[in-house]
């Protein structure tokens, strides 16, 4: 599919994300070797430690914040992203499926249409056989189209469900690391809180990965959007949109349209020779193949709608339009006896008229389905297709990913400068006694406010 070669030809605009997601990754990794085999510590006089500890505990809130609210953006912007995602796949996929059930409407009247008989009188059977090679084409069209939407849209729809998943989990771990980090690197869990260093620095790897994903991926789908606002322009060159939408061949589409518009024709030189030869003549009774005892008023003949050249005519005042043939039919349609001859006026027999009402509505429907495959031989139904793309879906995905980078940077870089501050108040060497000396004040505060208080209370009895 064209995403697919939009997105191996926009690879490298990624590269800095995956660059940073590396130096990252050996940097900070370097510094734990450091750290853990060297014995590096941070030595604080002891006046100086009290202000520090709160200088480091407000910038790990602020931190810590930071990714929390990145992670609420990548929520948020993957939940829309999805949602808009499906949303365009499911257009374009109904936009195929429309297609796909025109080309089976005009197969299948056309398969209908080799039914059609009045009186015992079918069509030619050389149109008989143009109709099967013709069915053949446009079903080998219908599966196509069908089998490459299929295949594509689920290949997208679980991509899409993957990035879904992922986005949920990195969001849900940060956030949860984020908070546990904060927490215990107050409380100087030191040991638990390594565990936490080691997982934000893996994790602070793998933010960086999908941001450099989702910068492939938004360009992908900017390419995308930007090629179908060319190929609007140009319908008719080659490039990979063919998979997403294709145009049905020409050649197919003007032989349907030829073919049926000659079994319109036909079906009408059907119905008028039966109207003209047999239900508008006055048989004596001997004559028994054609005299069923008709009377009454002539039929008007059925309008050709096209002339001799297969070109859109006109339909006089005396002829029938398809559209009103069947409702004008019942007018001149008799009552039968048990001998099948009419008892009332009338020149049609009830099943003569089933005969002719079934003939005029199989040219109907291929008066209406045919028309519509002029807009897939000559792209305007696709042109159309990639226009709405280009207006109304394109601009909320890209806006909806654009809050997903911005949720996964927050994370990463909230999430680094945690990590740093963790190290830091996790080997604090003096911070169980700035504790206990914090502890001890506010103990002893309590205390003289409660000593002050009960000596005040005989002097104030005197």
């Not at 998979?243 to 049905?248: A, E, G, R």
């Not at 349609?333 to 001859?341: F, H, K, N, Q, W």
């Not at 495959?373 to 806006?399: A, K, M, W």
């Amino acid at each position: 599919m064209f995403l697919t070669s939009s997105l191996q030809s926009v690879g490298f605009t990624g590269a800095a994300a995956f660059i940073l997601a590396i130096l990252w990754f050996i940097s900070f990794g370097l510094a734990l070797l450091v750290h853990y085999f060297c014995g590096w510590k941070i030595n604080i006089n002891g006046n100086e430690s009290s202000w520090f500890l709160r200088l480091c505990l407000l910038l790990l809130i602020v931190f810590t914040s930071a990714a929390a609210i990145g992670c609420i953006l990548l929520s948020v912007g993957q939940v829309e992203f999805h949602e808009e995602a499906l949303h365009t796949l499911n257009y374009v996929v109904n936009q195929s499926e429309y297609t796909v059930q025109t080309l089976r409407n005009v197969t299948g009247y056309l398969s209908l249409a080799k039914t059609v008989s009045v009186a015992q009188i079918f069509l030619p059977s050389d149109v008989k056989d143009d109709i099967d090679r013709l069915n053949v084409d446009l079903n080998n069209a219908a599966d196509t189209l069908e089998l490459k939407t299929s295949e594509n849209s689920s290949k997208i729809r679980n991509v899409f469900n993957k990035v879904k998943s992922a986005l949920i989990i990195v969001a849900a771990v940060m956030l949860l690391v984020s908070i546990l980090g904060l927490v215990l690197s107050i409380f100087g869990h030191q040991h638990v809180i390594h565990i936490f260093i080691i997982s934000g620095w893996l994790l602070v790897a793998v933010t960086f990965i999908l941001c450099g994903v989702f910068v492939i991926l938004n360009n992908a789908i900017s390419d995308t959007c930007l090629a179908m606002g060319e190929w609007v322009e140009n319908p008719h060159a080659e490039t990979a949109l063919s998979n997403i939408l294709p145009c049905v061949d020409q050649r197919t589409t003007n032989q349907t349209l030829y073919k049926s518009k000659q079994v319109i024709n036909d079906i009408a030189n059907l119905v008028n020779g039966f109207v003209g030869s047999v239900a508008n003549s006055n048989p004596p009774p001997q004559a028994t193949s054609n005299y069923y005892n008709q009377s009454g008023p002539l039929i008007p003949p059925l309008c050709y709608p096209y002339d001799a050249q297969l070109q859109d005519r006109t339909c006089s005042d005396q002829e029938l339009s398809m559209q009103n043939a069947s409702l004008v039919w019942q007018n001149y349609t008799c009552t039968v006896s048990a001998y099948g001859l009419c008892n009332s006026i009338g020149r049609l027999t009830p099943s003569m008229y089933l005969e002719l009402v079934a003939a005029v509505n199989v040219s109907y429907a291929l008066e209406h389905y045919a028309p519509p495959l002029l807009n897939l031989q000559n792209c305007d139904f696709v042109r159309d297709t990639f226009r709405n793309i280009t207006s109304s879906y394109c601009p909320p995905l890209e806006g909806h990913l654009r809050i997903v980078n911005g949720g996964l940077g927050l994370i990463s870089v909230g999430v680094m400068l945690s990590l740093a501050l963790w190290i830091l108040y996790a080997n604090l060497p003096q911070r169980e006694e700035v504790f206990a000396k914090l502890s001890s004040r506010i103990t002893g505060s309590c205390r003289g406010k409660t000593t002050t208080s009960a000596n005040a209370t005989p002097g104030y009895g005197a």
